[in-house]
């Protein structure tokens, strides 16, 4: 039974991922909720992100597939030439965005909770103003204020975007055209999964990266074996160490590109279209912190781990924020389960979010996936807290599953504490990657151990064995270690 005097016992703002299941979350353990949503409900995620670009990639994946001849004739199949529509491929990515949309929609409505359309923002404490397309304004009062505002495209100085010659993910997922030869700006996940889509639809791509090494923000070794594959088997031109400081739209596209060091003029290019695939920032700006008294780091809204607001280190009472807008791991697995953390606390169970043990995936052909620490962060603890760190490698090319499919370039690398056991983190290349990470992220979330992990049965013949290879390798190596002691 509520007994309060607030409109709400909690309003979410934003209906992306982490807002959803925040409201949903909410609304089935009794609370009245209202979500306040601005553009369509579902975000980023359902409407810009992972579930277009995963429809553009399964179905751009069937093409690549049906065009790869020498791996078809590895079966003894000759396939006839691939043709494909692009106008249909475009269509499935739309009506699945559609379908998971409302589908959405109805699971929230079902659950009781109120959706109210238009520009959210706080009033100060427990005080939400909404501002409808048709300029009414209102204020509502909650016991609770999650914010889920979430982050848009990040668009480097220079760079003038027209939206059909020079484009962000946001118009890319609508596949309006492909052009002959198109610029990717950015080598981290969605330049790579969008390079993937383009380069299997018959696209040339030329990808920049401001950064040392094309995939800075990928494993070192794994990024080895997946840009052989992923870039340099393609029809790619990967430059690394360049910046793209003036894109300027038109038929063709003209960049200049600079030294990213010196700021020194390196070339003028031409192409047909330019992906601006930057990175995202938070979209805090409408938010007016400033009545609650909270800065930011960036835009991004400082947490801690029960995902309250901070305000000089301190919590602010009764304010929430999760998802990309706090800057963690933004992914949308990330974001609805700092929503379900944000609830439960709210509900009075004590709840903090594990980040360790959030897998991360990127949908190329094959995925690259991850959890955990990177070698960096492992071999940095491990000597802060002065233990050996383990390290071992599993190979796609041993796994009798990966063989019969052809598919055996791929690598798993785990790495554990030598002295306890417990997995801190790993890294997968391979086919179906974005699967096998699964395993590791739950047994890091258990703060498991390789030994036990090592006496795990896996089925036979699957990828999975990939994963059981790593954890007998590391066990192995952590006995022999204690028994040389
Ligand atoms: C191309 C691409 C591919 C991606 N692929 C994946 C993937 O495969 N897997 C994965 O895990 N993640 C993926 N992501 C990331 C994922 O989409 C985000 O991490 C996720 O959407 C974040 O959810 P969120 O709820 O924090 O914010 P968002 O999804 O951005 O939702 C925020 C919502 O708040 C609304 N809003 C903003 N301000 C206001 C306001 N003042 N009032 C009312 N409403 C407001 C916005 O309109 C939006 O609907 C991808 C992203 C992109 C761009």
């Known amino acids: ?21 925040a409201a ?12 306040v949503e601005s553009r369509e409900m579902g975000g980023t995620c359902v409407n810009r992100g992972c579930v ?34 692009r106008q249909k491929i475009a269509d499935h990515a739309r009506n699945l965005v559609e379908n998971i949309r409302n589908n959405l929609t109805k699971t929230l409505e079902r659950s009781g909770v109120t959706i109210l359309r ?33 982050s848009d495209p990040f668009v480097p100085p220079g760079i003038e975007i027209d939206g059909r010659t020079v484009f962000t993910s946001d118009e890319a997922i609508n596949l309006e055209w492909l052009p002959r ?27 920049i990266e401001a950064l040392e090494r094309v995939m800075p923000t990928f494993d070192p070794d794994i990024t080895k074996l997946a840009a052989r594959h992923l870039i340099d088997g393609r029809d790619i031109d990967a430059r690394s160490g360049v910046l793209a400081s003036k894109v300027a739209p038109g038929c063709p596209v003209k960049i200049t590109l600079s030294d990213f060091n010196s700021r020194e003029f390196v070339e003028d290019l031409e192409v047909d279209a330019v992906l601006v695939a930057t990175g995202r920032v938070p979209s805090s700006k409408e938010l007016n912190l400033e009545s609650v008294g909270v800065e930011t780091n960036r835009g991004f809204v400082p947490i801690d781990d029960n995902m309250r607001v901070l305000s000089n280190g301190k919590p602010v009472p009764n304010l929430w924020a999760v998802g990309d807008l706090t800057g963690k791991l933004m992914l949308a697995h990330t974001a609805a389960a700092q929503g379900c953390v944000a609830i439960d606390n709210i509900l009075g169970n004590q709840r903090k979010i594990d980040y360790r043990s959030i897998p991360a995936a990127t949908f190329t052909h094959p995925e690259i996936s991850s959890v955990g620490l990177s070698e960096l962060e492992a071999k940095e603890l491990s000597s802060n807290e002065g233990f050996e760190l383990g390290n071992v490698r599993s190979y796609f090319k041993a796994n009798s599953k990966a063989l019969a499919e052809l598919e055996g370039d791929g690598l798993m690398k785990l790495l554990f504490r030598m002295d306890t056991g417990e997995v801190l983190g790993a890294h997968i290349y391979g086919l179906h990657a974005a699967d096998l990470i699964q395993e590791v992220a739950n047994a890091i979330s258990r703060r498991q151990t390789v030994v036990d992990l090592a006496c795990e049965v896996h089925t036979h013949p699957t990828l999975s064995e990939v994963v059981e290879v790593a954890y007998k390798q590391a066990a192995h190596k952590l006995q022999k270690a204690l028994q040389g002691k």
């Open 24 to 35: 949903k979350h909410a609304a089935e353990n009794d609370l009245k909720v209202a979500i």
């Open 118 to 150: 238009g520009q959210g923002r706080l009033e100060g404490r427990q005080r939400v103003g909404i501002r409808e397309a048709n300029g009414i304004d209102r204020i509502l009062t909650a016991e609770n204020v999650i914010l889920a505002t979430g």
């Open 181 to 207: 030869w198109i610029a990717i700006i950015g080598s981290g996940y969605i330049g790579l999964e969008f390079a993937d889509v383009y380069t299997a639809l018959g696209c040339e791509v030329t990808m």
């Open 52 to 85: 277009p670009s995963k429809a553009l990639l399964a179905a751009s994946g069937k093409v690549r597939e049906l065009a790869d001849a020498e791996h078809l004739s590895g079966f003894g199949i000759h396939s006839a030439p691939v043709r494909f529509e």
């Open 1 to 21: 039974m509520r007994e309060t005097n607030s409109d709400f016992d909690v309003i979410v703002i934003g209906a992306g991922y982490g807002g959803f299941d």
